[in-house]
């Protein structure tokens, strides 16, 4: 027997057979030729289902759900899209991916076994063909049976399997006799197996995969755990249900027939089904597969390709719009906030290219009242998202608003970088060129077709080309030089069962360059954003705890003196352990406020707790007002004061994902088959290994020194508490007394701290240099003013210098600043001119001439060098040397342009010389500088 060849088939009259078209191998109870898939054959259920009633989604779905049920598997819930239990991929692409890498592995235990679920997911490699072929999705839901095998635990393998799978069609009213089993084989992610892909009607309504092997360099080896690994597609098994002209019209009616209200559209489903049969026997993968589609199929109904291309072009953007709305729906019900970087990416495409075609529709519509038909239709299915209804809509109406912002900025970035590649004689922009614009603009090649006159060719694929960039996460792996000795046994985490220990005593059982490898150790080792304890070990200083694999070792500054197999007195710096202690504390309380005030999309995006600061950085999608920052600090505070009781253990990592949910994991993946839960009671529960405090009342009080954006959609808060906030009071209090504010409060002196967009600390040193630059600009437009005759016109205004002892009179200060900056560039810009005139006065008769050399030399101040230089090389005629000077106080700079026999680096060099300088630059155009002592005799007595 092969490992296709089944008891089942045996047993039902199935014939095995080969497909003369593609060559595969299929088994049949009909007496049919062909495998059944196409481009061996053709779409036949459009306009006439094979089952016995149709199905929408929700029924569909609880068929399937509940037939499993009834033979003996148990439903689980489905897994949010976004894949936070993995740090290998962005979102959830298969069922199979919500139990990698743990369960496949070993190391944890399925949640139940044989199971059951439908699970939502999202996959990007075929975006562009999204609304084109009529059977394509970036969001759909796999329904799916798993049995995990092991020696001692044998489920069901490829006979029950594809019983199974049978019955379920024939239930559905499918006749066998319309059902093939195609043989084909799987692998992905260092596995393999046979697999059969489940063909009615010439759909691939299911795969059934058997995995069996793990792939190594020397071939297949069995797996220890053989497990049944199947899909089943909601979308297609309700399409072929419905028979209708396209998925998408059987997937999301209402919202569809909602979008088509608002539009007056040719709905020709005799075009539309035939286009979806001829997508189906094709692979469309370029604009040549779509011009070919097209013309095949305006042959069959005998109609120009100009007429089809009018009925198909508006469905193609109203189901894309469809589709990439329902996904959004779920990212941001998951947490997903747009940004241009992880997950958030993808979320930003979908929105972009939404916006997009609902603009080629003509389609006025919010982008957040399409999400709320979405909701509308899928809440009673999925109650979660019209509990976070809000959230959604608010995400999508803020995304929206920044899309339109891109698009008033777009013209006018286009026009510059088209400028740029004309004067480097460029005719046509790069598919490079339209990637840089999306992923540093936002704007989408279509976009940047209509700004630009150079000659754009957009790739069919576009946005599979940038998803690809941003397909995997990136996976920075640590820098490790340390070899471990081999035969250690794993060092026991003591800080676990005692976070109070200050001293212990433990054996060293092995020294290893400068680290001590003890049998048991109290010292908690840096990790999940929590800096490492440091303190003594045998009279000597740990400086750094690090945790390889399962051992622990203590870095020392010497190991002198210290012998392996000894008992070895410890002691903790317990100072720096409480104040780490009360700063992670405070990162998991400041989390659960941000939650309750800003909303459930916040996610944590990274944290790091030191002994003299703690910051947090949230996904959200804009900078937090004084309002929001006083409001989470307050409520952070409010739960201090609660003193609530902070739960830590450890849990199998099933029990806590079905207890908590998937927002344990906010500080990223966590390995393992146990997970160390931290209860917060009723505020925030999170899988993390930090030392925390048994109360929260513990903490005494948390403040928030700043908060900022760091990058598109992440916030980051920065906050102290214990001795760390006590040293930071001070120090506010010798700022005030710096600064001479001694009157105001820290909230007061961080709005002053603000308006030069400083840190507090930075506030006196900021102060004394606007002030200083304040009185040095006046003196320079006061100069420019006597150089230019217009003594007052500028400088009047500056009567006064800011005293900066209020929020209004530092907002005066840094407008003034600001002015004066203008100031100073319109009175350099008209010195400019005025240098400009004379220059072209001396060439038509104030100038030197040396063998038929017309020799022009200016001295000017106060300009600048980047605009003589400009000057200099604009005036240049044949047979002329242009010798400029300009001083700016005791510094000054010479230009030397040449359109003669004379080098103009030669020149220049020879005059910055004397002026104790030196100038680079070539023949015709040199810059120089030194002092401004002998400037003026050396450029207006130069002879060569």
Known sequence: MTEYELKFFNKEGFTRKKCPKCGKHFWTQAEREDCGEPPCSEYSFIGDPPTKKKYGLNEMREIYLSFFEKHNHERI??????????????????????????????????????????????????????????????????????????????????????ELCHNLLLELGIAGEDVTYIEDEWAGGGNSGPCFETIVDGVELATLVFMMY????????????QVVDTGYGLERFAWVSQGTSNAYEAVMPDVLNRLKKELNLDEDHRILGEYSKIAGMMNVES?????????????????PVSRLSSVTKPFEDLYAVGDHTKALTFMFNDGVVPSNVKEGYFARLLVRRTLRSLNNLGLDIPLKQILDWHISDLKKHYSELGKNRDDILKLAHVEEERYDETVKRGKRIVKRFTQEKKSNKVENLTTQDLIYFYDSHGLVPELVEEYTDLGVDIP???????????????????????????????????????????????????????????????????????????????????TEVLKKGNIVLHRMTNVGGLEENTLVECEINWERRIQLMKHHTATHIINGAAKRVLGNHIWQAGAHKSEDLSRLDITHYASLSDAEIKKIESLAN????????????????????????????????????DVRIVNIKNWDVEACGGTHFDYTGELDCVKIIRAKRIQDGVIRLEYKAGAALERHRMCVEKIACEVKLEHLSEEELNKLASVFSVSIEKLPKTLKRFQKEWQQNLKIITDLEDKLKIKGKYSSKYDEIPQADTQSSCEALFSDWKSQQKDLSKLKKKLMLKSEKELKTKIKSDYLSVDGVKIIRHLSHDLEVKNLNQLANSLLQENMLIILGNTSGMSANVIVASDSKYSAVEIANEICARLGGGASGNKRLAVGGGSSKKIKDLIKGYKP
């Not at 890498?101 to 139940?112: I, R, S």
């Open 77 to 162: 819930s489905r897994y949010p899209v976004v894949a936070r239990w993995r740090d290998d991929i962005f979102y959830s692409i298969a069922s199979i991916s919500c139990f990698q890498p743990w369960v496949l592995n070993g190391t944890v235990e399925p949640p139940a076994n044989p199971l059951v679920m439908s699970q939502t997911a999202l996959r990007f490699n075929d975006i562009d063909n999204v609304g084109k072929t009529g059977r394509h999705f970036t969001f759909f839901e796999m329904m799916a049976h798993h049995a995990f095998n092991t020696p001692k635990n044998e489920i069901y393998f490829k006979d029950e399997t594809v």
């Open 214 to 225: 793990e792939d190594t360099p020397s071939g297949k080896k069995q797996m220890s755990m």
């Open 287 to 303: 604009n040549a597969d779509l011009k070919q589609l097209r013309e095949r199929v305006a042959q069959r109904i005998g109609i």
């Open 460 to 542: 069919d694929d576009f946005f599979i080309q940038v998803a690809a960039k941003h397909t995997i996460p990136d996976r920075v792996e640590a820098e490790d030089d340390i070899i471990l000795p081999s035969g250690l046994e794993p060092t026991e985490l003591a800080f676990y069962g005692d976070e109070r220990r200050r001293k212990f005593k433990a054996k060293i059982v092995k020294l290893s360059d400068n680290y001590v490898i003890l049998d048991k150790t109290f010292f908690y080792p840096e990790g999940g954003g929590q800096e490492t304890d440091q303190g003594m070990i045998g009279g000597k200083q740990v």
């Open 638 to 673: 409010k739960t201090i004061k609660e003193n609530r009781p902070i739960e830590k253990n450890f849990m199998n990592r099933n029990v806590a994902e079905e207890k908590y949910g998937f927002t344990i994991y906010q500080g990223g993946a966590v390995p393992g088959k």
